[in-house]
């Protein structure tokens, strides 16, 4: 094997020459042979994924025989000229081939749609390259093409691309890039060092093999299709490799340049690589982080000008609170954008912190989740505004493992600037602020040492902003602690508040820290973390099997949730 260049850019001979010695990397092809009779021998130009600076091009032979085309899929919106949808599809919901059978029905089925879509990894693939990357740091080279989770990675998509019959060139981009993951592997365990941009580089493979994969299983089945890796397409972000921020001025005009399609030839559906984008300075692979997805599809929207972007889920749609911990939750069918970011920010799994600033951008996109197990349901339409005259809490959020920091401070009374110092360690150590409430000697604010720091630095590094906070003031540190978010209409905070905290009056919860501040949707409470998860309980009984304090239309239950409730009341 020939390694030349840094770990993080690691250049790898052509894919058939380098994994050619490997037998992990030679039985695919082998078994594919066994299984098609039918062979035939495709010369294919392997196409450079995203970071095609550290791949060359190969020709590789392969011996397969797609399946027969099903007369069940009809080409949507042939109608259109270009198209007028975006619809992305998660990890679960493309996580095996008859997933991915489900996903293509879905899409067929809508056929007044014209549709651009955005697929995630394949089921748990991502998490399976994160502990790949793990393992490789301490694994001898020679037993990296046994790591059982590049094993569980391989077997996942070849079967997959045996059970649709994708294209035989197909089948050759996916175990080319099977063999530059295992080269980027064994790259990793030779230098003993997994960087940031490394990283992002081992976890683009699952959404570069998902989506020329899904692109294939439409073509063969009579749907024009085209894969796009969105990087190669302008999606251009910030060199902060793990957590990467789009560069909208760069990456809009180039987006709507690469998905307009041609007036002539059939309309195809535009498959697109969720999560990932191309670093500005460095051309390197960067990732938005995880659920990012939810980001690639509203930032395509806003490119096409579009009126609607569809994320498609495993849940109908954004519920009252987390179904892990309430069990009879209930679908809102409404959302402001301001909303739905702050019940991003502070828990919620439906949708990514990130995912609405193209449509606050826009002004003019609504984002509809939908659940890809349920397609009737009408899921939650999120838009510029709703109806909020009869609205008092739309949904509750919980957000463990918080740290809770009490800033204290005789010379802050009177002081200017102490204020301006605070924040200024924060801002040095790199450390975001959840929620902040303030008086005139104190400061207390909560923080989430895990968005900063990985799990064996939290102790050092949260002692280090505690050595830098004592200089100016004294601190008191509590960990272990949960933020109690109700999304609600802030307009209406105090029979909020006095129904709230009789319900922790009578379940005997104290609350440490309570902040409104800017926000028209949220308050937010901060309670003991063993206390959080009753807290939701008690909280979305009263608010959402109690009594109303206004008629519910026929539609809606006063709180943006489906009539399923007042059936409950």
């Avoid at 490789?136 to 059970?163: G, M, Q, V, Y």
């Amino acid at each position: 094997m020939q390694l030349t260049g840094r770990l993080n850019g690691v250049r790898s001979v052509s894919a058939a020459r380098s994994c050619g010695s490997t037998p992990v990397c030679a039985r695919p092809a082998a078994r594919a042979h066994r299984a098609l009779p039918q062979q035939h021998v495709a010369s294919v130009a392997g196409r450079q994924p995203a970071s095609s600076s550290v791949e060359r091009r190969s020709t590789v032979v392969v011996r397969s025989s797609p399946a027969p085309a099903s007369s069940s899929l009809k080409a949507p919106g042939q109608h259109l000229p270009q198209v007028n949808i975006v619809y992305k599809f998660g990890g679960s919901s493309v996580r095996d081939a008859e997933r991915m059978r489900e996903v293509a029905d879905i899409i067929c089925s809508f056929q007044e749609n014209l549709p651009c879509v955005v697929l995630s990894a394949m089921g748990k693939t991502t998490n399976m390259l994160l502990e790949c990357g793990e393992l490789a740091l301490r694994s001898p080279t020679d037993t990296i093409p046994n790591l059982k989770p590049l094993r569980a990675i391989r077997e996942l998509h070849l079967s997959t691309c045996e059970e649709l019959g994708v294209e035989a060139s197909v089948r050759a981009e996916v175990e080319a890039l099977l063999c530059n993951l295992q080269q980027l592997l064994i790259g990793i365990s030779i230098m003993q060092d997994l960087t940031p941009r490394a990283k992002d580089s081992l976890v683009s493979f699952g959404e570069r093999m998902s989506t020329r994969i899904f692109a294939s299983f439409l073509r063969v089945n009579g749907v024009p299709a085209r894969q796009h890796d969105a990087a190669e397409i302008g999606v251009v972000t910030s060199d902060d490799f793990g957590n990467a921020d789009i560069l909208y001025d760069q990456t809009l005009s180039k987006l709507r340049s690469s998905l307009t399609q041609e007036p002539e030839g059939p309309r195809e559906v535009q498959v697109v690589t969720g999560f990932l984008g191309k670093g500005v300075q460095t051309g390197a692979i960067t990732t938005l982080g995880r659920g990012g997805s939810d980001l690639t599809a509203t930032v395509l929207g806003a490119a096409m000008e579009l009126r609607e972007v569809q994320v498609w889920k495993d849940v109908d749609g954004v519920l009252t609170s987390d179904p892990r911990i309430v069990s009879n939750t209930i679908p809102v069918t409404e959302l402001t954008y301001e909303e739905a970011t702050e019940l991003a920010f502070f828990g919620a799994q439906v949708l990514h912190p990130l995912a609405m600033q193209p449509a606050i951008r826009s002004q003019a996109m609504d984002v509809r989740v939908k659940n890809s197990y349920n397609r009737q349901a009408s899921g939650t339409i999120i838009s510029k505004a709703r109806d909020m005259s009869c609205s008092l809490v739309t949904s509750i959020v919980l957000k463990n493992n918080v740290t809770l920091v009490d800033i204290v401070s005789s010379r802050m009374l009177g002081q200017f600037g102490f204020l301006a110092n605070v924040f200024d360690v924060f801002r040095s150590q790199q450390v975001s602020v959840d929620v902040v409430a303030s008086s005139e000697v104190s400061i207390s604010l909560s923080l989430d040492p895990k968005k900063s720091w990985s799990d064996g630095e939290v102790g050092e590094e949260l002692n280090h902003l505690i050595f830098e906070l004592e200089k100016i003031s004294s601190v008191r540190v509590r960990s272990g602690m949960a933020i109690l978010s109700l999304i609600c209409n802030v307009e209406r905070t105090s029979e909020i508040l006095l129904r709230t905290f009789k319900v922790l009056l009578e379940e005997g919860i104290n609350v440490s820290m309570m902040s409104q501040g800017a926000s028209k949707v949220n308050i937010s409470l901060v309670v003991d973390g063993d206390e959080g998860q009753r807290a939701v309980r008690a909280l979305h009984k009263e608010f959402f099997e109690g009594p109303q304090s206004c008629l519910p239309s026929a539609s809606s239950n006063g709180n943006g949730a489906t009539a399923q409730a007042a059936s409950r009341r």
